[in-house]
């Protein structure tokens, strides 16, 4: 029983650790590195996140950094949109436990090609679908680069602490409904998504590739305030 005890009370020590990353009162030991605040962007307009190269590091060096195996599928949806991503369900870095998503970096035709040779298709809620790639496929998305990567925090991120850690966003983009918010901050390449209603999650892309991840925002929403309504 005593040890039962030890042990919870040992799982509440570690996740308020972790949590404690995110608040506001000074900056973490410096022997903390890959946390989600600590973008380092390059000269030629790539960056790094996590030790990730976003357009460099392929999957495989992904799941090395991570030390974690994915789950590779690709989704398309009724309009004719198709992606390829790799699902990791746990991962751990400098204490703090999250998920990630990682978008592999395939051209149009590519991405045409590997749907005809999918081997299996899933029907998803909204029009989406999940197909199991091909054997030949799977294995060329090891040797892919990431473009893209999602993290998904095992904590909520209040306002304030978003803005201690990342500042003020440049921008912000309410999805319809007012639930959602995207706190955009362009020069790293990052959108912080806001959730009244679940965690936040935090998107990452090479700057110069930015208005990207922008453009289909403002598909769907206008920017509630304008202060970089007018990039590209």
Known sequence: MGEHIFLKVLGVTLLLIAAALFIPVGQPPEEYENLPWQVDVLDDGSSKVFGVHLGES????????????????????????RVVEAFFNSVTLSGLKAKVVV???????????????????????????????????????????????????????????VIKRFGEP????????????????????????????????????????FQQLRKPLLKHASPRDNTASDQG
């Open 58 to 81: 392929t999957l495989d060096q992904v799941e090395q950094q991570f030390q974690e195996p994915s789950e590779v599928s690709m989704f398309a949806t009724d309009e004719g949109e």
């Open 170 to 209: 440049v921008e912000k983009i309410a999805e319809p409904g007012g639930q959602k918010e995207h706190w955009l901050y362009p020069d790293k390449g990052l959108d912080v998504v806001m959730d009244r209603e679940a965690k936040e999650v935090l998107q990452y892309v090479a700057p110069r590739d």
């Open 103 to 161: 978008t592999l970096g395939f051209s149009e035709m590519e991405l045409q090609n590997m749907y005809d040779r999918g081997e299996r298709i899933s029907t998803l809620a909204q029009g989406k679908r999940k197909i199991s790639l091909s054997g030949e496929d799977i294995q060329q998305t090891r040797r892919t680069p990431v473009v893209a990567l999602t993290y998904l925090p095992r904590v909520n991120l209040e306002e304030d602490i």
